[in-house]
């Protein structure tokens, strides 16, 4: 029995630009990829490791909910 293959083929983007589209920071896309908020799949672990991003799954995001307030642009 062999180890079954994740279809990465949906996951077209890294998290740095799924960040970019929505305009949060990187950590921010993250940490909802740990918590299971939008679809994502890890390469590696640790410090080293890439999230992709499932661009279908950032639709309806409200990036108000980053979890963190921003600071007024001054």
Do not use: F
């Not at 990465?8 to 589209?21: D, F, G, H, R, V």
């Not at 299971?36 to 490791?49: A, E, F, L, N, Y």
């Amino acid at each position: 029995k062999g180890v079954a293959m994740t279809d990465l083929s949906k996951y077209t983007l890294n998290a740095e630009e799924a960040a970019k589209q929505l305009n949060i920071n990187s950590s921010t896309i993250r940490r909802w990829c740990k918590s299971g908020k939008i679809d994502c799949h890890q390469i590696g672990t640790g410090r080293h490791s890439i999230w992709l991003v499932n661009p279908s799954s950032l639709s309806g995001i409200d990036r108000k909910e980053s979890g963190r307030p921003r600071k007024p642009k001054s």
